[in-house]
């Protein structure tokens, strides 16, 4: 069976920095977690960020490449580094989705580690930029395809081909 990595705040749990959860009503994300197929996880709770905890942002909205080659940090509004809890949490998702031979995730946008199309821009305004999370860009470097909540339906597209990709290999 394909698996899914998922935000385990999409899911219900309160694990995001305010201590909330952002839940989605999305009927394929139930239909996938009654099957089984969801692997929950939380790439700032496993780097070892408390809930609640101050928000973050990558410097100059850079985005999470930058991150990983160590061009951009991820900061509080105070100016404390986080960088290390983002890269542990994202090599950690990275062993998650690797062992539970996930090559799919569905991950919240906006946020520093899980944003697939955009971040926050660094100043906490409210601002969002173009640009990938940490956790978002080291998967998807690692051949992990990474959707946000608001796109369900082309994760649903893409979990197809691998289940019939999947198929034809054991056809063969």
């Known amino acids: 069976m394909e698996r899914i990595l998922v935000s385990a705040c999409l ?4 694990v995001r920095f305010d201590g909330g ?6 009927e394929l994300l139930a239909a996938w977690r009654a099957e089984g197929r969801l692997v929950p996880f939380c790439p700032e709770v496993e780097g070892g960020l408390p809930v609640p905890r101050p928000p973050a942002e990558i410097e100059g909205g850079a985005g999470g490449a930058a991150v990983l080659s160590g061009e951009a940090r991820v900061l509080t509004p105070d100016g404390s580094d986080v960088t290390w809890a983002f890269l542990s949490g994202a090599r950690q998702a990275l062993a998650a989705a690797t062992s539970s031979g996930a090559r799919l995730a569905i991950l ?5 580690s899980c944003g697939s199309l955009r971040v926050h821009d660094g100043t906490f305004s409210g601002r969002a930029v173009p640009g990938r999370g940490v956790t978002a860009a080291l998967l998807e470097l690692n051949g992990v395809r990474v959707f946000g909540e608001d796109r369900i339906a082309e994760a649903a597209a893409h979990l197809d081909a691998l289940v019939r990709e999947r198929a034809g290999r054991r056809s063969r």
């Open 11 to 14: 899911l219900g749990s309160r």
């Open 21 to 26: 959860a952002k839940t989605s009503g999305d």
């Open 108 to 112: 919240k946008e906006g946020s520093p």
